[in-house]
């Protein structure tokens, strides 16, 4: 049981891992200024892939709950996403948005039911304390509407994630999958439209190789995982491992455009690593406990942290 859910977390775990190589793929592969666009081509192709393989649409609630889960986890957080990636330096909305695990805690205790814990809480403020140190500039400015932004990204997929857990999909998890994708996809869409304009007449090749990472692994896969991780781990365990994205974001940054790490960021590193480690672990018991006390999980979906492809401003909460 111990290794099953090890391999489960290890495995939830590299979807924020995937995440956190969006910054990399944006600013290398595709078309500068359009984090919209990629947010669009990386979220509806996916999720009609997935719908026509599965060949499955919604039913009865589903078509709604559908509509209001791929509207929080990946339409209105992306769009937010974008606002605090261009009001604000990537560390400031980084470190806003590594909030997130601390609201899916309390949002789970009033909807599901769950225990706000006093270790739930020092890991969490661990966690933002180490993507503090991670990514965030002693010159970073503040700009009031760029924070309300990057908070209002963590509290709408915050929000994503615990209905995510509350609601029971009768559909097989990609299908549920594709539903969303399909419609953060769609409301997504006309706001790419309006904000950044038409689409560039034509792509490169490393514009469609890009796009096509970010498509196939960086949604079908990665949100695939993801929400398998939702429906079998707490909504509070797979939230933290979102922490993993600034980290493998700022890794390859220093792996592959030689940006430097200071001793500051490698200690901000550590302490994320112990916060998500931390929020893994579990008491004696606990494993009975949780199958009594908690609902039925559900197969539904978030960077978003995610991470939605972002402004490369927002290397951080790419997702």
Known sequence: MLRNRAALVLLT??????????????????????????????????????????????????WWKALVLGTLNIGVFFALLFVA?????????????????????????????????????????????????????????LDT????????????????VVLSK?????????????????????????????????????????????YGYLTLIGAAVAYALWFRGIKALSPTEVTF????SPLVATVLGWALLGQRLTPLQLLGGVLALAAVALAQLRPRGASAARSVAEPAPAEAPADVPAAPAAAPAARGRAR
């Open 166 to 210: 509350r609601w029971v999909s009768p559909a097989p998890l990609l299908a549920t999958t594709g539903w969303q994708l399909v419609a953060g996809g769609l409301l997504l869409t006309p706001v790419a439209l309006l904000v950044e304009g038409p689409p560039p007449s034509s792509f490169t090749g490393e514009n469609l190789l890009g």
């Open 241 to 244: 491992l979102g922490l993993l």
């Open 13 to 62: 775990a590299l979807a924020p891992a995937v995440w956190g190589s969006t910054y990399f793929v944006t600013t290398e592969f595709l078309p500068p200024d359009r984090p919209l666009l990629a947010g669009v081509l990386r979220a509806l192709p996916a999720g009609i892939l997935l719908v026509l393989l599965t060949r499955q649409l919604p039913k009865g609630s589903w």
């Open 85 to 141: 990636a261009y009001r604000l330096p990537g560390g400031v909305a980084a470190t806003v948005g590594s909030v997130q695990p601390l609201l899916v805690a309390g949002l789970a205790a009033g909807l599901l039911g769950q225990r706000l814990t006093l270790r739930t809480v020092l890991a969490a403020v661990t966690g933002i304390a180490g993507v503090a140190l991670l990514v965030l500039r002693a010159d970073a400015r």
């Open 145 to 160: 509407l760029g924070v309300a932004a990057a908070l209002g990204g963590a509290v709408v997929m915050a929000t994503g």
